[in-house]
């Protein structure tokens, strides 16, 4: 069945960076893209971009230009997004998702604090 | 951007009764006849979950009582009946353009 593992929980200083792990299995890791999500306490769901693991193309939010880059790693069926120049504004749960928003993983809380 | 508009922000429901969510789009969603609006489930703690994908089609295991429906750029999820494990939150989304967006979500609780 198809699973999407996130990495744990970052505790990480302001101006810092973090790059979140999303690892994925029960399927064909490069023939889908995958997305990432924010949402912060409370709030809703902020779509980041996405990666298409089998050619590396990326497509982001224009808000998250700078700030999220997202990669993949064919070999260990991985994607990642790094974080940088974290602010309070950057403390979320991020969730990766394969297309269509069908699977999920399980969520990856980021606490920016000094 | 494609700005989704959900109401109501909250909604009480008594258990047995419709839900009605909508979801107001600020332009079409629309992509070959086919309406790119999808919604999702969120439970306090949890991870959202789709339950209908392109306007009325029912994920995988999502019971009938879970429906979707569309008036020009008006999108509906309804609940009926409404059971205790429905209480969470409730996301539309749309799939047609760059970024994607998501309405604001709508808490659904029971009266």
């Known amino acids: 069945q198809v699973q999407l593992q996130q990495s744990g929980a970052e505790l990480v200083k302001p101006g810092s960076s973090v790059k979140i792990s999303c690892k994925a299995s029960?399927?064909?890791?490069?023939?889908?893209?995958m997305h990432w999500i924010k949402q912060q306490p409370g709030n809703g769901l902020e779509w980041i971009g996405w990666i298409y693991p089998g050619n590396g193309n990326t497509k982001y939010n224009q808000k998250f230009n700078g700030k999220a880059t997202l990669t993949a790693d064919k070999s260990s069926s991985t994607a990642y997004m790094q974080l940088s120049s974290l602010t309070s504004e950057d403390s979320a749960v991020y969730f990766c998702?394969?297309?269509?928003?069908?699977?999920w993983g399980q969520g990856t809380l980021v606490t920016v604090s000094s | 951007n494609i700005v989704l508009t959900q109401s109501p922000a909250s909604l009480a429901v008594i258990l047995g009764q419709k839900a009605t969510i909508s979801c107001t789009a600020s332009?079409?969603?629309?992509?070959?006849?086919?309406?790119?609006m999808h919604w999702y489930q969120q439970k306090p703690g949890q991870l959202p979950k789709i339950l209908i994908y392109n306007e009325f089609s029912r994920a995988p295991g999502i019971p009938a009582r879970f429906s979707g429906d569309e008036a020009e750029l008006n999108f509906t999820l309804t609940i009926e009946p409404v059971e205790a494990d429905d209480v969470a939150t409730y996301y539309c989304?749309?799939?047609?353009?760059?970024?994607?967006?998501f309405g604001a979500g709508t808490k659904l609780e029971l009266k």
């Open positions: 989304q749309q799939g047609l353009t760059f970024p994607l967006t």
């Open positions: 998702a394969r297309r269509q928003f069908a699977y």
């Open positions: 332009e079409s969603v629309n992509k070959f006849g086919i309406n790119l």
């Open positions: 029960g399927y064909t890791f490069t023939s889908y893209d």
